[in-house]
């Protein structure tokens, strides 16, 4: 999984990407299709609430289907006390959005959780050290977190993922991961809710370092999205969405700089990544959210709950 292949630099319509070698296939990296099979579907919630199964090789976890969940706001928006919380239906069980969800739902499909919808500005995010891990509204010094200007893309996080705050990417400058879940950047055209849980295919990635932490940025795009059949790598952003991958790694440079921060900086020679390497990164991330969760590294401040 951490092998470092050699990268070939190629450029689309002048917006830069990054190729992954073919023999480093999505097949050789994703995870058993089970995750998302019949199996898991015929559980019930009950089964669920007894106790938790081994559904795969990584970890043990009780998967929900994310149709099934309901969202419950806690508090007012906008407010200090504000939390979106998942809950079980049947029995009103909280469940981790983090990291109750599944992963992976099979033919290269994942499970994107919705934080900050696109046009808002407010900086909503997941709270990995709160149990449940709800969404809520950033701080800092006690006070809300608003980006200085909208983000223009639908963006939060996949399921089961964890950037390693001790491991070193070698591809990526040696950068420590930022000890959160993968960030995703959603693409389309439709402006989704808070805690939305959309079917997505991701078609790239951003190597964003953030204070000397590799953040990566996650491109994809909704299934629903009248141009998702279009778009199936790094590539094709670029022809049917021109621009945009430029947009995207200049307004992540730049958002700091209005607070009086240095702009945030870029590996892989500031280009897009395509897809195999974005499911390689999405890959090594599961791999290790679950040495997290089964505790063979530690959590900190994590809430595991």
């Not at 579907?41 to 009950?46: L, N, P, Y």
């Not at 089964?47 to 419950?72: F, N």
């Not at 983000?151 to 040696?174: C, F, M, R």
Request: proline fraction near 7%.
């Amino acid at each position: 999984m951490r092998a470092s292949p050699r990268l070939l630099a190629s450029a689309v319509g002048g917006g830069a990407f990054l190729k992954v070698p073919s023999r480093l296939t999505s097949s050789s990296l994703l995870f058993p299709a089970r995750i998302g099979g019949s199996s898991v579907r015929r559980r019930s919630a009950s089964h669920h609430q007894s106790r938790r199964r081994c559904l795969w090789t990584s970890t043990c976890r009780a998967l929900y289907k994310p149709d099934g969940l309901e969202i419950r706001e806690e508090g007012q928006p906008e407010t200090l006390d504000y939390r979106v919380f998942f809950l079980e239906p049947s029995a009103q069980k909280k469940v981790s959005p983090w990291h109750d969800i599944p992963l992976h739902l099979g033919d290269g499909v994942f499970n994107f959780i919705v934080e900050i919808p696109k046009e808002t500005s407010a900086k909503m995010e997941v709270a990995t050290d709160e149990p449940f891990t709800p969404i809520k509204q950033d701080t800092k010094k006690g006070k809300l977190r608003y980006y200085p200007y909208n983000i223009n893309w639908n963006y939060g996080l996949l399921p089961q993922t964890w950037e390693d705050p001790n491991h070193a990417n070698l591809e990526v400058e040696g950068a420590l991961g930022d000890n959160d879940p993968v960030d995703v950047v959603e693409i389309g055209e439709r402006r989704a809710k808070i805690g939305q849980i959309v079917k997505v295919k991701p078609v790239g990635a951003f190597a964003m370092i953030d204070e000397g932490e590799l953040d990566w940025k996650i491109i994809a795009i909704s299934l629903d999205d009248p141009r998702a059949p279009l778009v199936n790598d790094v590539g094709d952003v670029e022809k049917h969405f021109p621009g945009t991958l430029t947009a995207i790694r200049d307004w992540f440079r730049d958002y700091k700089i209005p607070d009086g921060k240095p702009a945030n900086k870029f590996g892989l020679n500031s280009a897009a990544a395509d897809k195999d390497y974005a499911l390689k990164v999405i890959a090594e991330t599961n791999e290790s959210w679950a040495k997290l969760i089964k505790r063979n590294v530690p959590a900190g401040e994590l809430s595991l709950v």
